[in-house]
């Protein structure tokens, strides 16, 4: 799995700009996987531009959850890329359009890639499988990351956790993975650094992590 953060709160690459938001390329196998659209489009796709990614090398678009700043880009990269289907939380009614996927149970989507399903009614986390174990990738993690782990978990060992983990304290839950990128609306990532200096890496636009 080869994944690049494309929008962040933070710049990881300073020639990229930040803001509030996020957004990640996934390239898995054969299929190339957009998650969420951070809030600007303008700023998700000159951010693409300066990272060298076609909008037209996207396959899939996955919006975790319909907060503005991870769904505000879809329209601006759905302008520049018609063929994309999108995986879209079905928590909103009629909100289905041209090639828009509604999500709403656990379940896979492409060869190494499931969703979570819905949680709490609110959030989808991608799950991508790689040779060690599941990548977690969540947004805002709003359902909370035990929820989340847990839904996971029921599909195999968990390697990591990459995205957004919003008000998440329950440290000693994440304590087994291998690698924890904390990034996006975590509040506590601090904290997070300092009880685990080895896993845990800075988000960012920009980072990017290959994990076989
Ligand atoms: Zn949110
Ligand atoms: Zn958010």
Not at 104 to 121: D, F, H, K, S, V
Request: proline letters at 4%; hydrophobic letters at 40%.
């Amino acid at each position: 799995m080869d994944l690049t953060i494309i929008y962040d709160n933070t710049a990881f690459d300073p020639r990229l700009g930040a803001g509030w938001g996020f957004s990640c390329l996934v390239a898995c196998g054969e299929a190339t996987v957009l998650f969420d659209t951070g809030a600007d489009g303008d700023l998700l796709l000159s951010n693409m531009e300066k990272l060298c990614i076609r909008p037209g090398s996207v396959d899939y678009v996955f919006i975790s959850h319909l907060h503005l700043d991870h769904v505000g880009g879809l329209a601006s990269f759905r302008a520049v890329n018609r063929d994309a289907k999108v995986y879209f939380p079905d928590t909103a009614p009629n909100r289905a359009k041209h090639k828009m996927i509604a999500l709403r149970e656990q379940q896979r989507l492409l060869p190494g890639m499931y969703t979570t399903g819905i949680l709490e009614g609110i959030e989808q986390s991608l799950l991508v499988w790689t040779s060690r174990g599941w990548v977690v990738i969540s947004g805002c993690a709003h359902p909370g990351v035990g929820r989340i782990l847990q839904a996971a978990a029921g599909l195999g060992d968990i390697r990591a956790l990459i995205g957004g983990l919003h008000d998440f304290q329950k440290f000693e839950l994440v304590r087994g993975l291998e690698l924890i990128c904390p990034t996006h609306c975590t509040m506590y990532d601090d904290q997070l650094r300092n009880l685990f200096p080895q896993k845990c890496i800075q988000g960012g636009a920009g980072r990017r992590l290959v994990l076989d």
